[in-house]
């Protein structure tokens, strides 16, 4: 194994660390505690965990946290009145809502109503669309702990060619617009399972991003010698162990770094979370962002 491996789990350590010095200071300074509401609907296990992941990080961060458990029964109307009462609350800086949510409610309506000042898990269209008009308030948690890795390891994404393997609403399309924005200037060719010929795209890449959601999708062939692979996938293999969207083992041999899965980027998605709540908790009072 020749890459140099990207550690997420000991950056999102580092980054916690500096939020929860920040968090204690706001209080501190302006009595002000920073809170996370998260909403999860039904007994879905993944979310559960996910959920209580959060909740964890959140109060060992020193920040307010709730967590509002629904049964899976809950009405349309029901789930939107919770988020309309978490919009009215002063305590709650942030909101998420878990998904997926159960069949019968739609998840689009919600992340709507959520007031776009607490929305750090950054799914409110309007979030989305000050993002593409390149005046970004929120960050989506998943391809801002992308850019936090990058960062941290020295990897430029000015001037870089940046494969984006994956088009989703949550990872693909938001990363593609962040590296484009002045400030990161990556050239970025956004891919997807379709792509004709994946490998010859993204064997152009200096860095590649595999958020598609399909195990093993990126295999050596896939990928330029020398380059960044940035391993965003969470699967279930075979044995039941996670695995990521890259064949780790074989790529490990060509790339020049490479995250692992799992404590690649799941563990700065989390981190990310917490950061976009403490600069909700600054701006809802009209403290700067630091």
Not at 226 to 232: E, R
Request: hydrophobic share 45%; with cysteine; proline share 6%.
């Amino acid at each position: 194994m020749s890459a140099r491996i990207l550690d997420g789990k000991a950056l999102a350590d580092e980054v916690r660390g500096r939020i929860a010095t920040d968090v204690a200071t706001l209080k501190e300074e302006h009595g002000v505690t920073p809170g996370l509401a998260a909403v999860i609907v039904g007994e879905d296990p993944a979310s559960q965990v996910y959920v209580g992941m959060k909740h964890r990080a959140s109060e060992a961060a020193g920040m307010l946290s709730r967590q509002v458990v629904l049964p899976t029964a809950t009405t349309q109307d029901e789930l939107e009145q919770v988020v309309a009462d978490l919009n009215a609350d002063d305590d709650i800086d942030g909101i998420l809502v878990q998904l997926p949510l159960p069949d019968h409610l739609d998840p689009r309506p919600v992340q709507e109503l959520i007031d776009p000042g607490k929305d750090v898990d950054a799914l409110n269209p309007y979030t989305a669309g000050r993002l593409a008009v390149g005046d970004p308030t929120f960050l989506s948690c998943t391809p801002y702990g992308v850019l936090e890795i990058l960062a941290s390891a020295g990897i430029p994404t000015s001037g870089a060619h940046v494969v984006v393997v994956g088009r989703s609403n949550l990872v693909g399309r938001p990363l593609a617009n962040m590296l484009s924005l002045k400030g990161r200037d990556a050239t970025v060719t956004v891919a997807h399972s379709r792509t004709r010929d994946l490998a010859a795209v993204t064997r152009l890449g200096d860095v590649v991003v595999a958020a598609v959601g399909s195990a093993g999708l990126i295999t050596a062939d896939h990928v330029r010698p020398g380059a960044t692979v940035i391993d965003v996938g969470t699967n279930r293999g075979d044995d039941g162990k996670l695995v990521g969207d890259v064949d780790f083992d074989a790529v490990a041999e060509v790339a020049g770094a490479i995250t692992p899965v799992p404590g690649g980027v799941g563990p700065m998605t989390v981190t990310m979370l917490l950061q976009n709540t403490l600069e909700a908790a600054r701006a809802r009072r009209g403290l700067p962002r630091r």
